[in-house]
């Protein structure tokens, strides 16, 4: 009981603080959170515009616990028994046979992933210290997928005398393979788990549509010669498809919850064309209520229940290292660092179930690198030499170590900042 009282008093806690924190949030609707990854801010009246794109390598593996390297299918290759299919037990029960040795094969399923995603922001120099704006994400994802049953070693197979008078096993759909069942398909196994458990088929997907949008605003409180401090917070918005518990190899789009966001961002300034950046980020989840799988385990991805749980997502602490130097008036070379961690996700339900399953390993941790050049035509403007002020950019990006489900990926960035 004491430990109930003391959870419940830190969700009164945490309640009072979204209560205090939303109205003001509420607010910035219309602005944007920025993505410079340093302290500045626009000018007054100025406008900027970014797009970029975000091109992924081919993404087959992900950092499993631990932080080793596994292959993102590999929950889903697996000895298809009583364990995945508890209909196989009625087999064994019918037939004498002991527990766990029924079984129509072993599921094969390679799948990797393409990702290409592409961002828009437009941010306002409301005041020369006060900075407003939106960000759209747009995603472009594919799961590549090839699925098969291997039903070398199947122990059960179809009754080839189903529906015919003088059936010997009384119209069992399945019979031991020793007494004369005929080995699945894999359509057939498709079709078992259409009927039994209401999934989808396992397919190749691909889905494209907005992800979450955010608004915010950056102050810079400060700026001396050798320092611009400021602070970065906005909301994100629940604008992208979220997951489809009855789909397998779909890849969900946004996270289906609000979330406030809070930046603290810290430049020095004080060598010449030199900014060396640390940004400590914050996001702080809102409970919300979504559809999903009440899994047996978190490594077994197929059950036939499912249930409209609370759930309320870990909150998210980065932190970013960074250090920009202009080597020749308008290039620029970066090279940055973050970590960031999430807490576990807290999953709660009215049928009884047992929800730990959908909140192990979803404490993830994560290490990222990037490398990026720029080309900015700012000065040559201010100069009236270039009629645009403008930067390019491109950058390389890779997540390098994690753990807990963090994919491991690479990608090259190009963007395009156009200043009026």
């Known amino acids: 009981m004491r430990q109930y009282d003391a959870k419940k008093r830190v969700n009164l806690t945490r309640a009072s603080l979204i209560v205090l924190l939303v109205p003001v949030m509420l607010l910035l609707l219309s602005l944007r959170l920025s993505y410079a990854d340093d302290a500045s801010v626009l000018p007054k009246g100025i406008f900027k515009t970014q797009m970029v ?65 592409f961002e828009f922001d437009l941010h306002y120099g409301l005041t020369d210290r006060l900075t407003i704006g939106i960000h759209i994400p747009y995603w472009a ?39 004369g069942g005929v080995p699945l398909t894999t359509d057939q196994v498709q079709n078992m788990l259409v009927e039994q458990f209401g999934y989808k ?33 906005g909301v994100r918005i629940p604008t992208g498809e979220e997951d489809d518990p009855d789909d397998l190899m779909d890849y969900p789009l946004g996270s289906n919850a609000w979330a406030l966001l809070f930046n603290f961002n810290q430049d020095y300034i004080g060598i010449k064309n030199l900014v060396l950046n640390t940004t400590f980020r914050y996001e702080l989840y809102l409970p919300d209520e979504e559809t999903l799988r009440i899994l047996y385990d978190v490594d077994k991805p197929i059950t036939p229940y499912k249930e409209k749980v609370d759930r309320d997502y870990g909150d998210i602490i980065e932190l970013e290292i960074s ?31 047992v929800y ?56 090259i960035g190009v963007g395009l900042q156009i200043f009026f």
Do not use: C
Request: hydrophobic content about 35%; aromatic content about 14%.
């Open 53 to 117: 794109g975000k091109f992924y390598s081919n993404v087959d593996e992900r950092y499993g616990p631990g932080g080793h390297i596994e292959d993102v299918d590999v929950d889903f290759n697996a000895l298809l028994n009583s364990n995945v299919f508890p209909s196989l037990s009625l087999v064994e029960a019918g037939f004498g046979l002991p527990p766990g040795f029924a079984n129509i094969g072993t599921s094969v399923i390679d799948f990797d992933f393409d990702f290409n995603l």
């Open 141 to 179: 994802v594919k799961n590549n997928v090839d699925a098969r049953v291997d039903n070398t070693h199947a122990t059960v197979g179809a009754n080839p005398y189903l529906g015919q008078p003088g059936d010997p096993f009384g119209g069992a759909p399945l019979v031991p393979v020793a007494l």
């Open 201 to 233: 088929r396992i397919k190749s997907w691909s889905g494209r549509g907005l992800s979450d949008i955010e608004v915010g605003f950056r102050y810079q409180y400060l700026k001396t010669d050798n320092w611009r401090l400021a602070v970065t917070s």
């Open 323 to 353: 250090g920009a130097y202009e080597f020749i008036q308008g290039w620029k070379f970066s090279l940055l660092y973050k970590y960031g961690f999430s807490s576990e996700n807290d999953i709660d339900g009215d049928m009884g179930y």
């Open 356 to 411: 730990s399953s959908l909140e192990d390993e979803t404490d993830y941790s994560e290490h990222v690198g990037i490398i990026g050049l720029s080309y900015s035509t700012i000065e040559l403007y201010k100069q009236k030499k270039f009629a645009l002020p403008m930067t390019a950019s491109i950058s390389y990006r890779n997540r390098f170590a994690g753990s807990n489900n963090s994919l491991r990926s690479e990608y």
